[in-house]
């Protein structure tokens, strides 16, 4: 490592030979579903898992914290930003393909959800219909066990390949892994690399249908034309969060930019000009608002990032 570079870190982002893109400062208003959020000091696209791994090993080294994104669709990232490494996965973990041997989908941590939706459609695999429209990797949908009332991920994933801390790949079978709700089964420190989606033969029409229905309810329900992380809180026991909003009279409560959706009580969007803390404040009103009303306290489901404990 060359003494102009004050880290390890900083002598990958000027390694023209390394299989990463590397910058520095980068927007995270760039990488977010929300359009909003300061910069990550460090930001990192590895392309492959050799890349992957040398990244993270340069910021325990180094001391920087780390996390890893997806595409950002579930993350509020303080406007002040991520004072470590965000690092993405690149080129080398986006296949998806199906094997006949292992009656099941294999996508790797960076393919699109969406993408694997399409190519269970295309081979009469059912299964997937469930996570239509629902935006994101494979594995941010893993890390948040993402779905909706027809299903979630752990219903479908067979096994995990994850890196750990220690630099280590591990196969955790469907046995090993325990989820919650719109909760992944894994550490902080674990990158969800490849998966194993079961799928069944099923017939099109069936799946289509499922797919048409899906995508239906979403679009006659979502305010999808603002940007936002979809469903701010996670459901309470029972009870539906949009509801309890929108009973306590807070549809369309705005601070700046950010504003709780008039069409569904559940979404804060970014109508514009959002900073992440006009939607913080949104967040901490609605629940101080719900609480008073209801005595039921929301949990937040989106990821936030950069914000003081
Ligand atoms: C319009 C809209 C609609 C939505 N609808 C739904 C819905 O119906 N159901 C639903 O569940 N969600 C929904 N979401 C939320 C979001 O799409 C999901 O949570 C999605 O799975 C997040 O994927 P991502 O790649 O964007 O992850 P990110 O938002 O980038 O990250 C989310 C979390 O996953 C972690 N993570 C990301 N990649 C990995 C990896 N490879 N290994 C380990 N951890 C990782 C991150 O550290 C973070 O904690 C919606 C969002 C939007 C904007």
Redesign the pocket.
Known sequence: MSARHTSALEALCVDEGFDADVRLDEPMARHT?YRLGGPARYFACAHSLGSLKRLIGAAVSCGVPW?????????LVADEGFPGLVCT?GRDFRAVRYSDEQRAILAG??AL?QAVVQEAFRRCLAGMEFAV?????V??????N???ANG?MADVVAAAT?LDADGRLRRLPAEDMAWGY?Q?P?AAD????ECELSVKQGEPFAIRGKMEAAHAR?TKT?P?GCP????VFRNPEGESAGSLVERAGLKGYTVGGAQVSPEHGNFIVNTGTATASDVKCVMDHVQAKVYEAYGIQLIPEV?TVGFAS
């Open positions: 579903a996390m890893v994104v997806g595409r950002g669709s579930n993350l996965l941590g960076a959800l429209d629902i935006p994101g990797t594995g941010g949908s893993l890390a948040m993402a779905g909706t979630c994850v719109r992944g894994f674990q990158v969800v690399v979403r979502q999808l936002s992380c979809g469903s990821r």
